[in-house]
């Protein structure tokens, strides 16, 4: 029984380790580098902006909470079309 918990918190520590010795890749040249960095700041920005968007709609054009929920619904809708038809399969 003793071997086995061992055995289970080995696994459970490389599946934890896993991921950031995979990013280790990011480190090989400057360019990759930047690269991560630049696409981690571009994520950030783009969720600011949108929620940003969305407190300027309900404040400035009476947008409420029915309505934002009909733009995520419809939103979702376009994003599974887009990406089960309209994109290529990899």
Known sequence: YNRNA??????LIRLMVR???????????VFLRLL????FLS???????ITLAIYYAEDELNVRDK???SMFFVMGIV???????????L
């Open 79 to 89: 994003g599974i079309v887009v990406q089960a038809f309209l994109l290529k399969p």
């Open 6 to 11: 061992r055995s289970d918190n080995t696994n």
């Open 43 to 49: 994520g950030i920005v783009y969720s600011t902006d």
């Open 19 to 29: 991921p950031v010795m995979e990013m280790q890749i990011l480190n090989r040249n």
């Open 67 to 69: 309505d934002l929920a």
């Open 36 to 39: 991560a960095a630049g696409s």
